[in-house]
């Protein structure tokens, strides 16, 4: 299978896959790992941020 995570792949993407996190707020990385919250929101997040708990994951929705 082809990375869709690296390369040329992400130039496709809106913003070429890069944004402002919003778990860890990091701006500019690349998100690219989706994550659903517990009230069926999704949100993609960066590689540091796949791996939080589900509540980062909502609490962060809350925030906004
Ligand atoms: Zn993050």
Do not use: F
């Not at 995570?5 to 778990?23: M, N, Q, Y």
């Not at 929101?41 to 809350?62: G, H, M």
Request: proline share 5%; net charge positive.
């Amino acid at each position: 299978m082809a990375k869709s995570k690296r390369g040329h792949a992400l130039w496709s993407l809106p913003s070429r896959g890069r944004g402002t996190c919003p778990i860890c707020e990091s701006t500019r990385i690349k998100l690219l790992y989706p994550r659903r919250a517990t009230d069926g929101t999704n949100i993609k997040v960066c590689k540091r941020c796949d791996k939080v708990s589900q509540e980062k994951v909502d609490a962060s929705i809350l925030v906004k």
